[in-house]
């Protein structure tokens, strides 16, 4: 099993709807969560950070859900500048990033 | 504030040619400097990291080499390109310890033909 699974994608979704992104992750002993966004051709860039409580930034929702070890990212009203790659990160104590696969968002006018 | 360059941008070299990739921090000290590899289509690879001058930590094995003559410069090297080691090159640097946030530079995306 890989350490980090996402959802395979491509999601191609319409201007202004709603799409959620799934994340799992298999070592429990993880500590930290990250959502990066990764443009065509570029590098990954930090979206949000993921905390055990939850938290939203703007049209972004991330959730972690140690008990299932999950994780989530929700996209209220997509813009069709969200077209791009998520990739879900996750670390524990002293270990380096694991990167998920990432999934891929076309966002249509 | 911190930046990270990059150079080359882009690279196209012959199967058996020698590699070197740089990366520089500004704006930090001692910064966890890593490199990863991603191959077209594919997720992120962690090749290596260094948490100060001279320390290098590889995570797989290959004919790339890493070397971090001062604190803020992190090299990627081979001696002889192979056909998949083509791929898109990625420095980051985080403040410290292994969970903190990365931030990446721009890469270098390498051909080798």
């Known amino acids: 099993r890989k350490e980090v699974e996402q959802d395979p994608g491509p999601f191609n979704v319409p201007e202004g709807a709603t799409v959620a992104f799934n994340c799992t992750y298999s070592n429990s002993a993880s500590q930290s969560f990250f959502w990066y966004r990764q443009d065509c051709r570029k590098e990954p860039k930090l979206l949000m950070s993921v905390y055990s409580s939850g938290n939203e930034d703007g049209r972004f929702t991330a959730q972690l859900n140690r008990a299932s070890q999950y994780i989530s990212l929700l996209i209220r009203d997509s813009k069709l500048s969200d077209s791009a790659t998520y990739l879900c990160v996750v670390t524990h104590y002293g270990q380096n990033f694991v990167f998920g696969p990432g999934t891929r968002l076309s966002v249509l006018p | 504030s911190q930046t990270i360059h990059q150079w080359p941008a882009t690279l196209v070299q012959p199967v058996g040619s020698p590699l070197s990739l740089e990366c520089t921090v500004e704006?930090?000290?001692?910064?966890?400097l890593y490199w990863y590899r991603q191959a077209a289509g594919r997720g992120l690879q962690l090749l290596f990291y260094?948490?100060?001058?001279?320390?290098i930590s590889s995570e797989v094995p290959q004919n790339l080499s890493a070397s971090r003559p001062q604190d803020r410069q992190f090299i990627l090297s081979s001696k002889k390109l192979l056909l998949s080691d083509s791929g898109f090159y990625l420095c980051?640097?985080?403040?410290?310890?292994?969970?903190?946030?990365?931030?990446f530079g721009p890469g270098t995306r390498l051909l080798v033909l």
């Open positions: 980051a640097w985080s403040v410290g310890g292994g969970e903190e946030t990365q931030y």
């Open positions: 704006g930090t000290s001692n910064p966890n």
């Open positions: 260094s948490v100060g001058i001279g320390q």
